[in-house]
């Protein structure tokens, strides 16, 4: 499914195409933890739909190393 999704942090808006379904938003707009709704989602995608924040943004603001 195709999201867009607006960074909390450069307003910046982008686009991704994940493996998830309706429901599954549901449920987590419901209050599911992102984390119970998509155990195998990629740790930076589940950011992505907390915050819009893009992978570059995330690294830059957690301080991850490459």
Partial sequence: MKLTRKSIFSGKETTRDL?????????????EYIRDVWPD???????????????????????KED
Avoid: A, H
Wanted: charged letters at 25%; glycine letters at 6%; aromatic letters at 12%.
């Fill in 41 to 63: 989602l990629d740790p930076y995608d589940q950011e992505w739909l907390i915050s819009g924040l893009t992978n570059e943004e995330q690294d830059e603001l957690f301080n």
């Fill in 19 to 31: 493996p998830i379904t309706v429901n599954e938003i549901m449920r987590w707009q419901s209050g």
